[in-house]
């Protein structure tokens, strides 16, 4: 008989990641203006879950939680857009799922993955923020790589503490 993906604990689990990362998302260190911030950890529990569970049950926990932050602060300009910058940004960070025996390199995979659906949709959607003769390529790469940058190095010290402590398999 083949495992349930999605038993009732990995479930629970994925809800308690969400709920953890929507607190920490209000617990904010910078704010650029236009959007995006530099959080307590945030994407630490969804790192965590796509870590723990891998990439097919990270995708779902990671894409809820771009859902739900997209209904906590909307920010539409269009339907691609949200797609870019919520589930598909946030769904991202599963790809740390795929390097579970390497979890700093998940990290930074994970949040690369972010980096390049927000990099797009700041290309594509929000290229008159660019100040006047600068590329909106360049000005998408400064803006997002900036708050995302931080996010990485808050994500990475914390998830290195969760590994050194033995927290990514606790209790399975």
Known sequence: ????????????E??????????????VIYHLPEGGSITAGSMVPLLWVSLRRGPRVGLFTCA?????????????VHPIQLLLDY????GALA???LFRKRP??????GILGRFV?????????FSEYAP??????VYSALYNGSYLTGELIVSSILMSIIVKRKLINIYL
């Open 95 to 97: 790809s740390a799922g």
């Open 64 to 76: 809820v939680y771009g859902l739900i932050d997209f209904m906590i602060e909307p920010f539409l």
């Open 1 to 12: 008989m083949a495992k349930k993906t999605f038993s009732i604990r990995i479930v629970a």
């Open 87 to 90: 589930p598909i940004a946030f």
């Open 132 to 137: 006047e003769g600068m590329s909106p390529i």
């Open 14 to 27: 994925a809800a308690i990641a969400v709920a953890l990362s929507v607190v920490l998302s209000f617990i």
């Open 117 to 125: 659906a927000h990099f797009l949709s700041g290309v594509v959607f």
């Open 104 to 109: 700093q390199i998940g990290v930074g995979v």
